[in-house]
């Protein structure tokens, strides 16, 4: 088996350099028939999410159908992703979204703040996954990372990847208290190398979220992982992205970073709850030409 | 010798064939893209003649003669334009000789830097026709001009104004006087910008000038006339005189010029040298480069990456102080290498209008060919060529992004200014080795250096033989920052306080 690198020598980061290259691919200006085909393609790459404690099975059951349906008015949409739920309400979701092909994700591993202990976090695991979740959203121990213990991180993270058996594993580095984009580098690789089929940017409860410079360094290291190993991973910016342009940037930065092969719902998601009906606006705008009431657009 | 553009294009594609394959993993050509976004021509108004600016206003040549300049990107006519002649010349000398004498040195410094001040302002307020001009008539790309060229140029202009009635503060315990008339000649890379870089500080500092905007560029500064004129700046402060290298010749022999002021190509700026000679003429040059772009192993490479793109392929190459030979430490060199190939597969080549274009048109059907006959020459002298598998339009003067893999220090292509986009790269091992090639060059503008180090950028900045170094950044120009070459890339230095002096006589 081929060896892990040394994380400790993660490639360093360049803050300002990032900056630009963001501010750069911002100009990007994408109009017309570009225009609406990125926002269908970001309407389906939305996990359309709730994790707040004071979730119910009507909560739930609301989301999922509007995960199926996200504006019947307007012709030809597609359905968002996935929907995330803690894991008392996977059974429920699974249930209303039935055979329609959105997935169910739940957050597990003692979300958000994750300080529990390893068994702990697995048994949140498995209960997810035998409820039926196809996608479990787990967060690192940002305080053992901190303080240097990458390896803690890794087997955290190998142990949770072996728990999720078939469902696909999506970790969360909360890059908001990871202060720095060197560290944002680092748990990326810890997290790949340890088996993640995605990375994600934040739980959302935690300010600044998925800002652009760290989605930019992330997809660059899973570029980077893919150069290494030729494994495709997922990326999953989180939290903060609630606007059609800042979504159609996203998808210029994965375009220009990764290419086409990752312009796809089972390679990049956008965690959200208020995005979609943004771009059901901006879609609506392009269709009728004119700016619509929010009141016309379902709030679940 | 003169190379056939047809012949040498054909070079380009069967070696861009041999080497693309294997690696290109990524896929920048499918799936979701951008649809053309072009920025509206509409607004735009060109007169169909442009006589000379000479004293406040537009008059024909003398001798009825004009010149067409053309779009490169479209090959359309935009206007016809004055070629000037000596008589010209002598007519603008002349109006600036007296402004000088009767207006400009006796006004009040802070009287001055208003008018400075309002040129900047105008330019602001101009700022949409002035890109979209300065991308019709160069072949850059919008994003450029309108992101860097106009609003550095404005910020000149501010810059300088505010010197104005300074310059006892920027030179202590001196007496500072003005020179008299400034000849100044400026390229065709930024024609705006470097109006702004030559006229800003001359005025500030109380001279008047003749100024020469290139032959195939000469749209923005007549389009700064009408601000001159439009702003009440007194007739004959800036004159400008548009023609060919004839105009230029003119202007610096003219026996009434205090100060010359040059940016282009070394071989011009050796026989501005000899011409001047023995004459009592003050003189600035800004000339050709053939930076070297340094990334040590401990570089962030992607940000690094980026930087490469940007020393290169910013403005088509068409940059002194581009970053044109890179040098990469040898433990990396493969992986930038791969990187940079994706990255030059993003690089959209075509309409400077549209705001998704990276990579203009190449400024004019001479210098494609010269582009064109170093390609030739690189694949002869036996480095190995690829381009970026990017379209293309078939019109206009177009150059896809290219660099040049295993080339040797003994290489032309690495001796000698290309100014295109085309980069010749070469590995290094050491910090000596690295530093002894990047000085061995007859150019001295420029320079880069990439490392998470700090006491690595110390150390190469305080010896790379460069009037410009950056470090882990490339192309940063600011109005505060002196700018200017060692060697054969001039002597002299425009922007910040460095760039008052060519302007003052000090007692």
Redesign the interface.
Known sequence: MKSNPDFSKS????Q???E??VARLN?????????V??LK?ALNMIDLTTLEGKDTEGKVRQMCYKAMHLHDALPDLPTVAAVCVYPTFVATAKAALGNSGVKVASVATAFPAGQSTLDVKIRDTQFAVDCGADEVDMVISRGEFLRGNYSFVFDEIAAVKKACGPARLKVILETGELSTLDNVRRASDIAMYAGADFIKTSTGKIQPAATAPVTLTML?AI?DY??ET?IMVGMKPAGGISSAKAALQN?VMV??T????W?DNHWFRFGASSLANDILLQLLKEATGRYQSSDYISKD | MPIKPKATKSVAKQTAKKTITKKATLDFVGGWSYAPSPESKDHIRLEKKYGHFINGEFVKPSAGKYMATHSPSTEEHLADVALGDAADVDKAVKAARKAYDTVWSKMPASERGKYLYRIARMIQERARELSVIESMDGGKSIRESRDIDIPIAAAHFFYYAGWADKLEYAFPNRTVTSVGVAGQIIPWNFPLLMAAWKIAPALACGNTVVLKPAETTPLTALKLAEIIRDCGLPPGVVNIVTGDGRAGAALVSHPDIDKIAFTGSTDVGKIIQKAIAGTNKKITLELGGKAANIIFEDAPIDQAVEGIINGIFFNQGHVCCAGSRLFVQEGIADKVIRKLKDRMETLVVGDPLDKNTDIGAINSREQLDKINHYLKLGVKEGAEMWQSSCAVPRKGNFCRPTIFLHASQSHRIVQEEIFGPVLAIQTFRTVEEVLEKANNTPYGLSAGVWTDKGSKIFNMTSRLRAGVVWANTYNKFDPTSPFGGYKESGFGREGGLHGLLPYVNLK
């Open positions: 490639p360093t980061i360049d300002v350099g990032v630009e290259r100009t990007r200006s994408i109009k017309k028939e570009s225009k085909a990125g393609l660059e570029r893919y150069y030729g998808l375009r220009e990764l290419g086409a092969a312009l």
